[in-house]
């Protein structure tokens, strides 16, 4: 005796699989997606801590009489502490003003920050 849904049953063989593949590609896709976007977001907030840090602490030094390439040295040490690297430092009387660059571990570009820090105008 056969079955009527023997032939439709053969047909469907290996569905599943072709299913359950698929959704884990899908969440591994998404997985990969949220990590790079979250190793991007982690190197963005480290730039501009250490940009802001940076610039305060050269600004600082600029204030107590530190010359320009002083209060730049100051600033491009405290944002290295804080794992960055210094692109640009700038000095106009008391005011500095930082540019950084951190290195994102996923991601080939790195996150930049630029912060001013000085007396207020």
Known sequence: MTNGS???AAADRGAASLLVLTVVVVVLALTTGALVIGSVVVASHRARLAADLGALAGAS???EGSSAPAACAV????AQVNGAVTQACSVNGTDVEL???VRSSLWPRPATARSRAGPER
Not at 75 to 78: E, F, I, R
Request: aromatic share 0%.
């Open 6 to 8: 023997a032939p439709a």
């Open 61 to 63: 030094a600029a204030q």
């Open 99 to 101: 540019t950084v660059a």
């Open 75 to 78: 600033a491009g040490q405290v």
